[in-house]
């Protein structure tokens, strides 16, 4: 689904990856750690089409297709989905505006008719309760006065309402309570399926009791280092990154 | 050789015009109206064509447009073939005002349906309540818009000769708007002159809407005034919609005074028009007064947009607040200059300002200004000023969501715009500005000749 071939990119002049190999296959988990700083949000948003970031060398292909051939707009409608480390607040753009007119653009984009008014009301409906999130919250400006863990779960449910095939969680469970984690985790495991894929950026292995990755990597200095089944992580939590740091430098 | 004559400077041309012509400007009004075209000269001379010199109007300079144009002046009314009323019939039907035609300036008694007006309440040509009602106009005539003050009201008050009088009596209410709509329509290059009169007795209620228009594609030097009295707990609101070509240089001037307990709220829609100046001054002549101005002005090309408020706290316990936006594309300009002056008996003031603008381009370019003079220490003043970008996070969030750049920066800009257009207080107008401003920023709002209403059809 995903083949990332030797990526380099820089932002404001500074190399963040420095040649990263990542192959995704469609019902996979995978979980990138590794220490702060070391590129895991540069990545992600350069999949998902930031354009601060610029792309030196190699390649990715989603689906088989070019993913820098792309905009960002078209690769979100291609099924690719990046849920913010931090989530931008936009005062005016009503939550409920905003979804419409995401989910009717992905549905214009894949010959479907628009959905009409009540029917995108009833779609709305199910996915909150899915993930859980109140009312209040999708009567407001997106993300506007959100804390921080409401902003989290609001990623996941514009997750729950786009339905991508590759999802990629940039630090979802941070800021979440124990229950709201628990609650966005059973959302991300009730949306994964044989089809399609997810990436979960996290520093805890907690998130990895819920979600269950099939491989771990760990991203230092613009590299993946280290990969690994889900024993990888128990093992960051128990000793830090210091012994992978003395390997890489070894 | 060819004999070179020295360029007669834009001030005596004017002031020639006005010589030349007095006897025609004056025929038929009182003298007090005639007499006040001295001074208004005299004031005119001795301030010249507003220029980068001039005090307030450091933004725009006008001495090119003044010096370069030699139009007709309205001096009559111009006869038209159509019935103004029937072009600019509204269909929607929710929407139902009170209808009042001004055309070059001119009251078109022939398009207004005085029958329908509510009872008790006066609207007419200006000019036949100077004659009909003259110790009403006398008493504000020249007070509120000062023209010692303002080189725009002097010129304004040396020609003025008709536009609309409104007067409502204490304790009445009127529910549905009075839309005054000012078309220019000529055949030839037009210089118009309007000057209106609201009166809204005490504890009263009555809400305004200004709607300007152009019908042709000459250009249009359009300049209109109004005075307005708002007594005791009166509630009065003023709408205006400029949606003018762009070839118009439009010079607009509210003046308000306001009595005690009395509320006023404005929102000025700057669509379209080439140069435009908007002046509102109000002068908060009563305790507990509040007054709620706004503006939107979407430019693009060469337009240039500047707004001027002027706020007089003059006694306790009084409050203003002003929020002011533009959204400037292309090469245009705008400006906003927000004085608030709270004088020394004016305890317990509340004055708050903010203006927050947007350039979409590099070429465009806006000014802000705020001008507080606070000569009291009990008051609670505020005032912010921005002038920004659209925000790159926020428009790659939309992307990153399946929407579209085009798609994506229209949601922000609207999204800005919005907070201004929730100021509007009739449900259906703001609806139809919604609308209108969302085909603005798309484009599709060009050079409109119909009614602002009429265009969302
Ligand atoms: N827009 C930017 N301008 C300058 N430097 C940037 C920018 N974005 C990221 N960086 C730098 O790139 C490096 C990698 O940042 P990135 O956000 O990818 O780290 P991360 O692995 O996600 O860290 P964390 O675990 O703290 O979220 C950091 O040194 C960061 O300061
Ligand atoms: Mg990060």
Redesign the pocket.
């Known amino acids: 689904m995903l083949v990332i071939k030797d990526l380099y990119a820089k932002?404001?002049g500074?190399d963040?990856l420095k040649g990263i190999n990542l192959t995704v296959n469609a019902g996979e988990v995978h979980a990138i750690m590794?220490?702060?700083?070391?590129?895991?949000?540069?990545?992600a948003?350069v999949l998902a089409g930031h354009t601060?970031?610029e792309v030196t060398h190699g390649t990715a292909t989603f689906n088989g297709k070019d993913i820098f051939e792309m905009s960002a707009d078209v690769r979100a409608k291609e099924g690719l989905f990046l849920s913010f480390?931090y989530p931008v607040e936009i005062p005016g753009v009503s939550m409920v505006n905003f979804l419409k007119t995401a989910v009717n653009e992905h549905r214009k984009y894949r010959n479907q008719k628009e959905l009409s008014a009540g029917d995108f009301l009833k779609l709305m409906r199910e996915k909150k309760e899915m993930v859980q999130i109140d009312s209040q919250l999708t009567n407001r400006s997106v993300n506007e006065g959100f804390s921080g863990g409401e902003k989290k779960k609001n990623e996941i449910f514009q997750m729950a309402m786009l339905e991508p095939t590759l999802a990629i969680l940039?630090?979802t469970d941070s800021g979440l309570d124990i229950d709201a984690l628990r609650i966005v985790s059973n959302g991300v495991n009730m949306l994964k399926n044989k089809n399609n894929a997810t990436i979960l950026?996290t520093?805890y292995q907690r998130l990895l009791d819920y979600i269950v990755p099939d491989f771990v990597h760990v991203?230092y200095e613009g590299r993946i280092v280290k990969s690994a089944g889900k024993e990888l992580a128990i093992e960051l939590e128990e000793k830090g990154y210091d012994w992978i740091k003395k390997e890489v430098e070894a | 050789m060819a004999e070179l004559l020295e360029k007669i400077s834009a001030v005596d041309r004017i002031s020639n015009i006005f010589v030349a012509n007095q006897t025609m400007v004056g025929e038929g009004l009182p003298a007090w109206v005639n007499q006040a075209r001295t001074p208004a000269l005299q004031a005119f001379q001795k301030m010249g064509i507003p220029s980068f010199r001039t005090e307030n109007y450091k933004y725009s300079d006008l001495t090119r447009l003044f010096e370069n144009e030699n139009f007709r002046r309205s001096f009559k009314p111009d006869l038209f073939d159509v019935d103004l009323a029937e072009v600019f019939s509204c269909d929607v039907p929710e929407f139902d005002t009170h209808l009042i035609l001004v055309a070059n300036g001119w009251y078109d008694e022939k398009s207004t349906n005085s029958e329908l007006f509510p009872k008790g309440v006066i609207i007419k040509s200006l000019r036949k309540a100077m004659l009909e009602n003259a110790d009403l106009v006398e008493a504000y005539y020249g007070k509120l818009a000062k023209s010692n003050e303002d080189p725009l009201t002097a010129i304004n008050t040396i020609f003025a000769q008709d536009g609309v009088f409104i007067y409502i009596p204490d304790n009445v209410q009127i529910s549905k708007p009075l839309q005054i709509i000012n078309i220019l329509r000529s055949e030839d290059d037009l210089f118009v002159t309007q000057r209106n009169m609201i009166i809204a007795g005490k504890n009263s209620q009555a809400k305004i809407m200004l709607c300007d228009h152009t019908l042709t594609s000459q250009q249009f030097i359009n300049s209109n005034i109004t005075e307005v009295k708002i007594g005791e707990d009166a509630v009065v609101d003023i709408y205006s919609i400029q949606n003018q070509h762009n070839k118009t240089a439009s010079f607009s001037g509210i003046y308000v005074s306001q009595d005690k307990g009395s509320t006023l709220s404005t929102n000025a829609m700057t669509l379209h028009g080439g140069i435009i100046r908007n002046n509102l001054k109000i002068s908060l002549d009563g305790e507990h007064a509040s007054a709620n101005i706004s503006g939107l002005a979407l430019s693009d090309k060469n337009q240039h947009v500047d707004n001027y408020t002027s706020i007089e706290h003059l006694k306790p316990n009084c409050v203003s607040n002003q929020l002011y936006k533009n959204i400037l594309d292309d090469s245009s300009t705008g400006a906003f200059t927000g004085r608030i002056h709270v004088s020394p008996y004016a305890t317990k003031t509340a004055a708050y300002q903010r203006n927050n603008n947007v350039l979409l381009t590099d070429a465009a370019k806006m000014n802000t200004k705020p001008q507080l003079v606070i000569d009291n220490d009990d008051v609670k003043c505020s005032h912010g000023a921005t002038v920004g970008r659209i925000n790159d996070e926020a428009l790659f969030y939309l992307q990153a969501r399946g929407i579209n750049e085009k798609e994506a920066r229209l949601m922000l800009m609207f999204a800005f715009a919005h907070e201004v257009l929730a100021e509007v207080k009739i449900d259906k107008l703001r609806d139809v500005i919604d609308q209108l401003v969302n085909k603005r920023l798309r484009g599709e709002v060009s050079r409109c000749h119909s009614c602002a209403l009429d265009c969302i059809r």
């Open positions: 932002v404001e500074k963040i590794g220490p702060n700083g070391s590129g895991k949000s540069t990545l948003n601060n970031f480390q940039d630090e950026v520093h991203l």
